[in-house]
């Protein structure tokens, strides 16, 4: 399927994973947490869409730059404040 195609696919769920997952863990200093909560969500959605093999390898390895990037943009929109404890991209 190629990682792009992947990450096109799953960028809604994405966005809500990262909303639900700062609603459950408030607070700064959790951005391990979160990214950890993130990354098994994803993780379980790429067995469950039947990605596999290097296209899965890839999609672990982009989480945190793909996650760090859209917190950014969720910051600069106001939709988080970077002090609410979303984890900017320097806490990953």
């Known amino acids: 399927m190629g990682i792009f195609s992947i990450l096109t696919l799953i960028l809604p769920l994405l966005f809500q994973t990262i909303r639900a997952v700062e609603e459950a863990i408030p607070?700064?200093?959790e951005g391990e947490k979160k990214l950890a909560a993130v990354g098994d969500v994803i993780r379980t959605v790429a067995?469950?869409?039947?990605?596999?093999?290097?296209?899965?390898?890839?999609l672990i390895n982009a989480i945190p730059s793909v996650v760090s990037?859209?917190?950014?943009?969720?910051?600069?929109?106001?939709?988080f404040?970077?002090?609410?404890?979303?984890?900017?991209e320097s806490q990953y």
């Open 27 to 29: 607070g700064e200093g």
């Open 47 to 58: 067995d469950v869409i039947g990605v596999a093999g290097d296209d899965k390898i890839q």
């Open 69 to 79: 990037g859209i917190v950014s943009a969720l910051n600069k929109a106001g939709v």
């Open 81 to 88: 404040k970077a002090s609410s404890g979303i984890p900017t």
